[in-house]
């Protein structure tokens, strides 16, 4: 399904005014959608390294996906920040435990001297007193 949204128009975007649309890669079953030019005046979709492809080639190896967003639409579809949900309150640093940090401390040092000790043995061969 190559999804362009005017059957009578593939490899053309829907809206031709807007400059940036983003298009995904049909051989890779759209994982990386990619933003691409389109040149109005040209009738012609312009990827960031300069090179140029007609309708009906971009038809043939993308799927279109829509228009891409300017910072403004972006920022008017994007929640009000008292519609969202607060965040959970972290605890700030001078709030751990002295106790609690001495553990993880001593636990985080066993734990590097034990891998330290492993990975020395396995590259030395040290096998200990026969």
């Known amino acids: 399904m190559t999804a362009w949204p005017d059957a009578t128009r593939l490899g053309e ?5 807007r400059p940036w649309h983003w298009l ?8 990386a959608p990619l933003p691409l030019g389109w040149n109005a ?10 090179s140029a492809l007609s309708p009906a080639e971009a ?3 993308f799927q279109y996906l ?5 910072p403004a639409e972006v920022a008017a579809a994007a929640p009000e920040p008292a519609a969202m949900e607060p965040a959970a309150p972290s605890m700030p640093l ?34 200990g007193p026969h």
């Open 13 to 17: 975007p829907a809206d031709a005014s």
């Open 24 to 31: 995904a890669r049909l051989d890779d079953g759209g994982q």
């Open 41 to 50: 005046a040209a009738r012609q979709w312009l990827s960031w390294d300069g």
């Open 59 to 61: 038809a043939r190896r």
């Open 66 to 70: 829509g228009p891409a967003l300017t």
């Open 94 to 127: 001078d709030m751990v435990p002295r106790r609690a940090a001495i553990r993880n401390h001593i636990l985080i040092f066993i734990g590097t001297l034990v891998s330290v000790i492993f990975l020395a043995e396995k590259i030395v061969q040290w096998r």
